[in-house]
């Protein structure tokens, strides 16, 4: 199919470039990728009939990471030093 309209896992490297010129970068189409990206993994990983702690699992993950990534300069400043 035309290359618009494939997902990012089906596009080759050399095509990449090409692929990312498609996209439209307007906050529409950031909260529609977003929108697209959410259900894929919602379907993939938490609507399942019978599904594991995959899903809840990653999400968790992610938050820990996230939340680390926010507080990290903090963090790093409360650090015990040691006094030579």
């Given at each position: ?37 959410w259900s894929s993994y ?43």
């Open positions: 199919g035309p290359l618009s309209e494939r997902p990012l896992l089906e596009v080759r490297l050399g095509e990449l470039h090409a692929w990312i010129g498609t996209c439209t970068f307007s906050p529409r189409g950031l909260r529609g990728a977003v929108q697209r990206a919602c379907a993939k990983y938490i609507h399942v009939r019978r599904g594991g702690p995959a899903g809840i699992s990653m999400l968790l993950a992610g938050y820990c990471l996230l939340s680390y990534a926010w507080n990290y300069q903090h963090l790093k400043q409360h650090r015990w030093r040691k006094y030579h």
